[in-house]
């Protein structure tokens, strides 16, 4: 059993993905329970003739008891300049929330959507106590599709041949590594200013997007989808995800994006890849930026 908490438009999006693929039962958790419940009886008819999985809606925490996996998709408030204009509404949701995962699914895995995702990532590890290996932040795979849409936009060609990721913050500080992106296997070399541009633009796509519409819902459905999937099958997906450091890439007691393999027992391995040293020195600039919210919460 898959349980979602938050039956908004990312959390309706990855429920239909769920259910669409006959991934697994799915549990639909929402404050309003007419939310939940009209979601559910939606995202019932997309499930495959011969499948046996079931969809409900409801806004009682109990039910997510037996989840394999849990992912947290709620959200309050509105982000106006950076996503840690939501911190002042999520982190209390995300207490809150905690007690009930402790309560009612200690044996799942997590995965956070929840802006801002480091610190909301963090502050759900502590809250509920669980293992690093069970507590997983959705951001930096999100990035990374954006990062490889950019790439292949500069370069004229199809994103599907693009190798790229994205590490550090699910923010303004994000790391474009553009020392191991790749097109058709080779190397991708590009100038300063390219490098330059490239950045900005991924750390600004969700302002761009909001030129024509609210926010991001089928990127962050699918990227979170991918590692529910990964868990539920035991997949070894390779991704950028956040995750709780300690000591990989000289930082500890942060969560923030890096190399994952993500399984059944859900972070299976962080991968500590070579970068360049200004890779590395702006993801220790990001690392002290998520830990300056840290320290609030």
Known sequence: MISIIGAGRVGSALGFLIAATSLDDLVLVNRSKNKAVGEALDITNTIPQGSSISVIGTDDFESIKGSKVVAITASMGEIKADRTDLLIHNIPMIKEISVNLKKYADDAKIVIVTNPVDVVTYCALKETGFTRENVIGMGSSLDSARFRYLLAKMLGENQSLVEGIVLGEHGASMVPIFSTAKFDGKAIRLDNRQIAEITTEVRNYWKYLREFKEASVFGAAKNTFDIIKAIVNDEKL?????????????LKDVCLGVPLTIGKG????????????????????????????????
Not at 238 to 250: Q, R
Not at 288 to 297: C, E, H, L, P, V
Request: a negative charge; aromatic letters at 2%.
């Open 238 to 250: 390779n991704v950028p995800a956040s995750a709780l450091l300690n000591g990989e890439y000289g």
């Open 266 to 297: 859900g972070v299976d391995k962080i991968e500590e890849i070579k970068l360049e040293k200004s890779e590395l020195e702006s993801l220790n600039k990001s690392a002290k930026t998520i830990m300056s919210n840290i320290i609030n919460i």
